[in-house]
């Protein structure tokens, strides 16, 4: 304590603080002109070119059947080709479902992905029913 009372006594302690108001603002100043100096060196130096436009795609037509066939809310018909018949439906959480299906006589069991007659792939497998898509091309 008597150290601080010491140096408050002489007169250089006491023109500290007002050095400090005067430096401290020019070291700020400096500081923030040196960065915008940096600054603007960067950015002339790493001009961006514009992007490219990307070219807009083209529409495609509205399948509201493809779209209700999808989510299950079509009407049945029958696969092109026809006298494919659902005979029977394995939709498990476990294992793959599967559709025995029946054409021409003969007896299969399919899986989703599988080709069937007449040009449909099995889509997906429910309880009861199963949902087909039929590849118009």
Do not use: N
Not at 37 to 48: K, P, V
Not at 66 to 72: Q, T
Not at 97 to 123: F, I, K, N
């Amino acid at each position: 304590m008597r150290v601080i009372a010491a140096l408050y006594a002489r007169r250089c302690w006491r023109a500290l603080p007002r050095a400090l108001l005067l430096i401290l603002p020019m070291v700020v100043l400096g500081q923030a002109g040196w960065l915008a100096w940096q600054e603007g060196g960067r950015r002339s130096a790493t001009a961006i070119a514009p992007p490219e436009p990307v070219p807009a795609a083209e529409p495609v037509a509205f399948q509201g059947q493809a779209i209700a066939a999808v989510l299950g809310l079509a009407e049945q018909a029958e696969v092109q080709g026809g006298g494919v018949v659902l005979k029977a439906t394995v939709a498990s959480h476990g294992g793959q479902p599967a559709a025995l299906m029946a054409h021409a006589g003969t007896e299969q069991w399919y899986r989703v992905g599988d080709a069937l007659p007449g040009g449909a792939r099995l889509r997906r497998v429910e309880a009861g029913r199963v949902v087909l898509w039929q590849d118009k091309s």
